[in-house]
């Protein structure tokens, strides 16, 4: 599978540059160019890229700016022609910073840096996505996205996933700081359930992979708003 790579930059020749270099590696592929962050912006919108290369001085928007406005940005190299932007640039988590004008070495340098931190992105992605509990006198392995729910039963904590329950000596509390926030939701002060596994709400109740689970009152608004947000289909 080939790296997406975008380019915004409101210089066309060095647009033309950059979008050589993509065509020449055979392992990149140029989605587009834009010569406007602000059309850029709307173009990340509907799609997603692994590479951005991004000018700083644009008349629109800056780069800098552009970046903070991205919730969740690709890998980001800076090309500019103004060598002073660097340390901002770095405090952003840009890979690289590619002094205008560069060469295809040089852009390679960058790209090389890009997939290094892919590689090691991978890496703790496969690392973190389960956790070791003590369960009948074994450490056993369960992986994360196939817990569906957890329960505290009094000393114990029930880990629920979708082919078996594991009882372990720990608190919720801490089962709950070694979870993604992202993934997992507390519903009540003796429950944390998994998003992905959310069949229905009902009321103060919710249904978890099959299991009816009692919603705290107290955390009814904020759970439903968390699982829900604003992705109700109502009749106008």
Same mark, same amino acid.
């Given at each position: ?31 587009? $160019?834009? $010569? ?23 008349? &629109? ?60 992105? =991978?890496?703790?992605?496969? =690392? ?24 505290? @039963? ?9 082919? &078996? ?60 708003? @968390? ?10």
């Amino acid at each position: 599978m080939k790296t997406k790579c975008l380019v915004v930059d409101d210089e066309p020749l060095a647009r033309k540059g950059l979008e050589e270099f993509i065509e020449q590696t055979p392992f990149l592929e140029h989605t587009g $160019s834009f $010569s406007s962050a602000i059309s850029a912006l709307e173009f990340l919108k509907q799609h997603t890229i692994d590479i951005l290369f991004l000018d700083i001085q644009m008349p &629109d928007m800056t780069g800098i700016e552009f970046m903070k406005a991205l919730a969740n940005p690709p890998q980001v190299l800076f090309t500019t022609a103004h060598r002073e932007f660097a340390l901002e640039g770095f405090e952003l988590n840009v890979v690289d910073f590619l002094l205008k004008p560069f060469s295809y070495s040089r852009f390679l340098r960058g790209i090389q840096k890009t997939r290094i931190i892919s590689d090691l992105s =991978r890496q703790n992605e496969a =690392r973190e996505n389960h956790i070791f509990i003590k369960c009948d006198g074994m450490i056993v392995k369960v992986f994360i996205d196939a817990i569906t729910f957890i329960e505290t @039963a009094k000393d114990y904590v029930k880990i629920h996933t979708v082919d &078996d329950t594991y009882l372990t000596l720990v608190s919720l509390k801490q089962i709950e700081k070694e979870l993604p926030k992202e993934k997992f939701i507390r519903v009540h002060r003796y429950y944390l359930v998994a998003y992905k596994h959310i069949d229905k709400l009902e009321g103060n109740r919710i249904y978890v992979a099959g299991n009816q689970i009692n919603m705290s009152r107290a955390l009814r608004e904020h759970v439903y708003q @968390a699982i829900i947000g604003s992705k109700l289909i109502e009749r106008p």
